[in-house]
């Protein structure tokens, strides 16, 4: 509900700068449920290539932690999840289609400019069901989650483990 009180609407990107936790992965869940599609920017980032990524993302609003000290481009919307009232889903999450946008994730490439990769909830869905089948997920895994939310495979580590019932464990 927290985005939104602050003018969410859905189909928009929001930014998730937050270290790896409980909270980073329950900040992109919310972000899926208020209808927008996440934007994962690693904490470590010199301010300058965050900002260019959130900037060429359109984003309007980031969702962080108070303990986070990443200064945001003048106009967005910071939220810190950590000083949040209680947490409750007020309304019914946003329905959305399986062509819309689940998240963006930005990479150098060659060109070491950042350049976004936009992924639709039906090729997410399709890559996790292809990667359950071959690796035989099954309801007593336990899945170690490595990969960095600003990496494609944090996706599996996520969806293709929660998003199945099974149990996600971060270092």
């Not at 700068?17 to 209808?35: F, N, P």
């Not at 290539?49 to 910071?78: F, M």
Request: charged residues 20%; contains cysteine; aromatic residues 4%.
């Amino acid at each position: 509900t927290a985005l939104r009180d602050h003018g969410h609407q859905p189909g928009e990107r929001v930014g998730v700068v937050m270290e790896k936790s409980w909270e980073q992965v329950a900040a992109t869940l919310g972000v899926l449920l208020a209808g927008g599609a996440y934007v994962p920017v690693e904490t470590t980032q010199p301010d300058a290539r965050r900002n260019q990524i959130l900037g060429n993302a359109k984003v309007r609003s980031v969702v962080t932690s108070s303990a986070v000290a990443a200064q945001l481009p003048e106009g967005t919307t910071r939220i810190d999840v950590d000083t949040l009232a209680e947490a409750c889903l007020a309304t019914e999450p946003e329905l959305c289609s399986p062509q819309d946008s689940a998240y963006v994730i930005f990479t150098s490439g060659s060109t070491g400019t950042p350049k976004g990769v936009e992924m639709s909830h039906a090729a997410v869905v399709n890559t996790l069901d292809d990667v359950c089948r071959r690796f035989s997920i099954c309801a007593d895994d336990v899945a170690l989650g490595l990969s960095n939310v600003g990496f494609d495979l944090s996706v599996f580590d996520i969806y293709g483990v929660l998003g199945r019932g099974r149990t996600l464990v971060l270092p």
